[in-house]
């Protein structure tokens, strides 16, 4: 199912948590949503689950709006909070038996989705103990079973592998691509590889606002601007190497980074590209190119730049 958010906004008394944000996610897209803490994030992830009320504007799944028919439109939504809450002195399986009969399952559905949850969430070896006997990593696996036991439509993760081991990061992100090819997706976290990992889209938010909204790569392009590669080029002096680079058209600055090694930093000038230029001008002057990487701007400097 899709969600179409539309000029939605919350207010606490002055302060202005979300400000007129306008979104859609469509079925199988996973979207990663990022911002700094108090951004607004949880705020919005809360409204689209009907956790907290909506302010103004309005969020629509499928062609249904939250604010007429909520409780009919809770049964597509999965949700795992930040703080994830669990009743710890209840046994795994009794709390998913609950969780189960809550959203409304069949006695005959409880045990199949039981019986998966524990499986694709990796909970088998403790599936007898009591919650509040868990490590904070197979509580999360136990949040996440709990937003999927009723196979929603729709998952609002809020930071779902916070307290995972690296193995059980490696895990719940495959499952949570692999959920994604069926399902909608909004997913909340501070780790940035891991947006990358498994989101099809990014979008960040700052004081309630979007600020960006695209693919890593479209973000990276945006920020990058001009090309910029490192190339190492051999067979020649460096400063005759420099010499022949500056005259190429598409080139706006040429700098040696390293003369022993013959490194070389090429700035293009906007809306062009040198790697070509860059080829033929060796072959003409019998340099050899031994390496020619491109620059990439990093996740983690979009997010600074964007947010700070």
């Given amino acids: 199912m899709n969600i179409k958010i539309e000029n939605l906004t919350k207010r606490y008394d002055k302060q202005i948590a979300v400000d007129k944000i306008s979104f859609e996610v469509k079925t199988g897209e996973i979207l990663g949503f990022l911002g700094?803490?108090?951004?607004g994030k949880t705020t919005t992830m809360k409204m689209i689950t009907n956790y907290i009320s909506i302010g103004e504007g309005d969020i629509k799944i499928g062609d249904k709006s939250i604010r007429t028919e909520a409780d009919i439109l809770k049964k597509f939504i999965g949700y795992l909070p930040e703080h994830n809450p669990l009743y710890l002195d209840m046994p795994i399986i009794d709390y998913l038996q609950f969780c189960a009969k809550l959203q409304g399952?069949?006695?005959?559905?409880?045990?199949?989705?039981?019986?998966?949850?524990?499986?694709?969430?990796?909970?088998?070896?403790?599936?007898?103990k009591k919650i509040g006997e868990l490590s904070k990593g197979y509580r999360q696996?136990?949040?996440?079973?709990?937003?999927m036991i009723?196979?929603?439509e729709i998952l609002i993760l809020d930071e779902p592998t916070t307290g995972l081991d690296p193995n059980q990061i490696i895990e719940i992100r495959k499952l949570i691509r692999e959920i994604g090819r069926t399902k909608t997706v909004i997913l909340s976290t501070h780790i940035l590889p891991e947006v990358e990992a498994i989101c099809d889209r990014i979008l960040i938010i700052k004081e309630g606002k979007i600020v960006a909204d695209g693919t890593a790569e479209t973000l990276r392009k945006q920020a990058q601007g001009q090309e910029i590669l490192k190339v190492r080029i051999e067979d020649g002096k460096p400063q005759n190497i420099q010499f022949e680079l500056e005259k190429l058209t598409s080139v706006a600055s040429a700098k040696i980074l390293d003369e022993t090694e013959n490194?070389?930093?090429i700035q293009?000038?906007?809306?062009?590209?040198?790697?070509?230029?860059?080829f033929q001008m060796c072959l003409e002057n019998q340099f050899v190119l031994t390496e020619s990487v491109p620059f990439e701007t990093k996740l983690e400097d979009i997010f600074r730049e964007l947010t700070t």
């Fill in 36 to 39: 700094p803490n108090g951004a």
């Fill in 105 to 128: 399952l069949q006695s005959t559905e409880v045990e199949v989705r039981l019986r998966e949850m524990i499986r694709v969430c990796g909970l088998n070896k403790e599936k007898h």
């Fill in 150 to 152: 009723h196979d929603p």
């Fill in 263 to 265: 490194r070389f930093e």
């Fill in 141 to 147: 696996r136990v949040g996440l079973a709990q937003a």
């Fill in 268 to 278: 293009s000038k906007n809306g062009e590209s040198s790697k070509r230029p860059i």
